[in-house]
Structures are given as structure tokens and as C-alpha cells.
T-cell receptor, first 112, second 116 residues
Framework: DSGVTQTPKHLITATGQRVTLRCSPR?????VYWYQQSLDQGLQFLIQ???????AKGNILERFSAQQFPDLHSELNLSSLELGDSALYFC???????????FGPGTRLTVT | GNSVTQMEGPVTLSEEAFLTINCTYT??????LFWYVQYPGEGLQLLLK?????DKGSNKGFEATYRKETTSFHLEKGSVQVSDSAVYFC???????????????FGKGTKLSVKP
């Protein structure tokens, strides 16, 4: 158990819908990262937050957004969903950039 | 930009066989290198890491050496077990002028199946 929790574990929704994925980092970790794992693109970095502020952006679509709250949990919002958004979404946390990242179990999103 | 290339799988071995999974990288400066393992239905776990050239990371019988001259970080294990069956990801964390970057860049992953 990494100490990073993600909810829900599975999510099935229809095209055009909007979903919110939630992540709680390990106790004491200030940085949260979101990654997308799909069959065609592999594991890709989406976005990083540090203590509530956006720190780095990767291959995140404009339809996706994220935020980190004062209690340090983070949410990834995916809107206008398309079939191609079906993937495993992982959250990871670390004390700070450059330190070891601990991954959550992931949320499997299926868009039908 | 930074990138990681690792051998395509799947790799199927018999128990006690020798394992090598090749990984090469492209990066500016001196990235840190990692191997992560993903067991079925689980998240990624850090297996080992190396932060500078010639460093050897090791854990659970797995080893990898950071070779700057060949830009490689190949994963090896002398005798695999059925319980090693998983997907293995090579990854790097880059450097920028402000210091170490946060995000990881992953290879495509190599699925290992070990038969008894």
C-alpha cells in the first residue's frame, strides 16, 4: 500500500459526459501528479500540482482540468468525454519535485 | 525532448532463467533513471533507481546500471520467479535550469511472463 488513495476505482460513462476523479496524497506529500495510461499512448504525464499551485503541465487536453485543494487532495476533471479518453488514470504524490513518487491504484475510466 | 525507449514485449521465460529488459533514453543534462513494476490490477511500484552515471540500482535481485556513454539503463535479474510476472516500465526524470523536474517520462512497458 503506497498510501495514495484514488476514487472511484472504476467509472463507466457515456460520450459527452463529465467526470471527476479524486486523489488523496500520502500524508506529508505536497506534490500531486496525474498520469494517463492507455494502450496506444502508454503512460503519459498530464499535470503536477504543488501545495495548491500548478507546477508543470504535460500532454493534458483542454477538456481536462485539475486542481489541488487546501487539504492537498486533488481532483482531475474530464469533460466532453470521447471514446479515446478510456484509460487508467493514476495519481502519484511526492514530498517535492525531484523526490520519489508514490502511485495510487488508479481509476479505470470506460467511455461508451 | 526527453524520451525513453524500451524493448517491446511480451517476454516469456521459464523459472530461474536470466532476464534482461533493454532501456535507452534521450535527455539533456543528467536525468535520474528508474524502473517501475506494475503487477496485475495494481498501481506502479518503484523497483530501483539511479541518479548519476555509473550508479547501480538494485532491489529484490533486480539490477540496472546507469550508463551515460550508451544512454542505457538495462534491467537484469539472474534467476526469475513466477512471482516476477508483471509489466516493467523504464522511466526518467529530467533536469532543467531550476533543478530536477518533477514528472516522469515512461517507456511503453514490457510485459514479463514467467512459467513454472
Amino acid at each position: 500500500d503506497s498510501g495514495v488513495t484514488q476514487t472511484p476505482k472504476h467509472l463507466i460513462t457515456a460520450t459527452g459526459q463529465r467526470v471527476t476523479l479524486r486523489c488523496s496524497p500520502r500524508s506529508g506529500d505536497l506534490s500531486v501528479y496525474w498520469y494517463q495510461q492507455s494502450l496506444d499512448q502508454g503512460l503519459q504525464f498530464l499535470i503536477q500540482y504543488y501545495n495548491g499551485e500548478e507546477r508543470a503541465k504535460g500532454n493534458i487536453l483542454e477538456r481536462f482540468s485539475a486542481q489541488q485543494f487546501p487539504d492537498l487532495h486533488s481532483e482531475l476533471n474530464l469533460s466532453s468525454l470521447e471514446l479515446g479518453d478510456s484509460a487508467l488514470y493514476f495519481c502519484a504524490s511526492s514530498v517535492e519535485s525531484g523526490y520519489e513518487q508514490y502511485f495510487g491504484p488508479g481509476t479505470r475510466l470506460t467511455v461508451t | 525532448g526527453n524520451s525513453v525507449t524500451q524493448m517491446e514485449g511480451p517476454v516469456t521465460l521459464s523459472e530461474e532463467a536470466f532476464l534482461t529488459i533493454n532501456c535507452t533514453y534521450t535527455a539533456t543534462g543528467y536525468p535520474s533513471l528508474f524502473w517501475y513494476v506494475q503487477y496485475p490490477g495494481e498501481g506502479l511500484q518503484l523497483l530501483l533507481k539511479a541518479t548519476k552515471a555509473d550508479d547501480k540500482g538494485s532491489n529484490k535481485g533486480f539490477e540496472a546500471t546507469y550508463r551515460k556513454e550508451t544512454t542505457s539503463f538495462h534491467l537484469e535479474k539472474g534467476s526469475v520467479q513466477v512471482s516476477d510476472s508483471a509489466v516493467y516500465f523504464c522511466a526518467l526524470r529530467g533536469m532543467n535550469y531550476g533543478g530536477s523536474q518533477g514528472n516522469l517520462i515512461f517507456g511503453k512497458g514490457t510485459k514479463l511472463s514467467v512459467k513454472p
